[in-house]
Structures are given as C-alpha cells and as structure tokens.
C-alpha cells in the first residue's frame, strides 16, 4: 500500500485552486442518522483553470481550514474512498468496511457515542495502540452489545485496534461502515511511512470535507473565509 500511494503522490500536481462551499442536501445525508443538516455545508477544492471540477481535500489544507475559518462551529474530513479490512476479534476472522475519520467528525454530524468518547487529539499518536469506534450493528453483531467492550482489542489489518467508543443505532454515515478509524492518526502514519514532503502532502487529496456553520453564517461569508 504505502508503494502505491508513493507512486500516486508523484503524479499529483499543485494547480491553482479555489474553495467551493455547497450546502449539505438534507434529503440525502437523512438516512445516515445526521442531525442539524440545514446548516452543514460540503467543502471542496477547484481547479480555477476546470471550475466544475470537484478536487478531494489534502490533510494540510485541511488543517489550514481547521485552524483559520471562522464561520464555522467545526470541520470534518473524512477518507474520500474505503477498501475492506479484516479484523480479528478472538480466533474469528471477518471482513469489515472501516472509514477514516478526522476528531470532530461525530460532534460536527451531530452525533456522540452513547458509550465511550470520540477520537481525541492524542489518538493521532503512532506509538500508542490505534483507536477505533464501533456502529452499534457491528457491536451487536461481534461483541453481543457488551457495554464492556470499551478497551478491548482487536486486530484490523494486523494492527492493534482499542476499542474507545460505540455509535448510536442509524449512524451510518458514509456509506455505511462497520467500524471508524482515526484519519489523523492515518494521515501522519503515511507521511512518515513514506517520507513525504510538505508539499507532497499537500498535493496528496484524499479526503471529503464537511463543517457546520455557526449561526448566522453564510455561504457567501464562508467562502470569503
């Protein structure tokens, strides 16, 4: 894997880019249990050259956005495509759908866990075991809706996984995953696994952004922003 995301990072360029903001459509994220929809807006880069083209979100701008915006309660990111996992639970071997997932997503989709926490900053740390957060049907389905199956571990993809949170029932967003992992922790892992510059970090998008306006705000006033 980190051979083929060098090899795909070699051919990214850095274009001249501009942010494109579009509200969340209600109609489409309701389904996935997201709550305040009317006031989440979906966050994109632009090729000014190719305005209708929908350029995926680098980490590094990210985090640009993050730390400078002010029209926002929070942002989120989230991985922009998943592949299937294999997780390890005991002497059971399954395969899961996983998804990437920045801190604040929950809190930004209007969600929290109903046991355990949400991913915080210090899960972005590679030396401590990777944290994970479980839907409440793979809860069900693997762990019998145990409410002790906070800190338990279990292996995905041969990496250590603790167990630090579980998802209220009808949370699905996006696309359904049995389990999130921490994109930060992810992001910063595939920097130092394949010795990326900033700059090639920068040209590396990978990832679909939304955030939640403050009250007040506006389209117009974020994209200013």
Not at 202 to 211: C, K
Request: glycine share 8%.
């Amino acid at each position: 894997m980190a051979a083929a995301i060098s090899i795909l990072c070699l051919g990214l360029g850095l274009a001249a880019a501009a942010t494109a903001v579009m509200l969340a459509d209600a109609t489409v994220v309701r389904p996935y249990g997201i709550r305040g929809a009317h006031n989440l807006v979906v966050l994109w880069e632009t090729n000014l050259d190719r305005p209708r083209d929908m350029i995926e979100v680098s980490w590094p701008t990210f985090e640009d956005w993050t730390q400078r915006a002010t029209s926002f309660e929070s942002l989120a990111a989230f991985g922009s495509s998943h592949w299937p996992g294999i997780a390890r639970i005991g002497d059971e071997s399954v395969t899961i759908s996983p998804r990437g997932v920045s801190q604040q997503f929950f809190r930004t989709l209007g969600q929290t866990p109903i046991i355990g926490r949400e991913f915080a900053a210090e899960d972005a740390d590679a030396t401590s075991v990777a944290p994970v957060i479980l839907s409440h049907a793979f809860w069900i389905a693997r762990f019998a809706g145990r409410p002790d199956v906070i800190g338990r571990s279990f292996f995905i993809d041969n990496e250590e996984h603790r167990v630090v949170g579980v998802m209220p029932p009808g949370f699905a967003f996006p696309d359904a995953p049995d389990v999130w992992i921490s994109v930060d922790r992810v992001m910063r892992n595939i920097a130092i696994a394949n010795k990326f510059t900033p700059g090639q970090m920068r040209g590396f998008g990978v990832l679909e952004v939304v955030g939640r306006l403050k009250p007040g705000a506006d389209r117009g006033q974020t994209i200013a922003d």
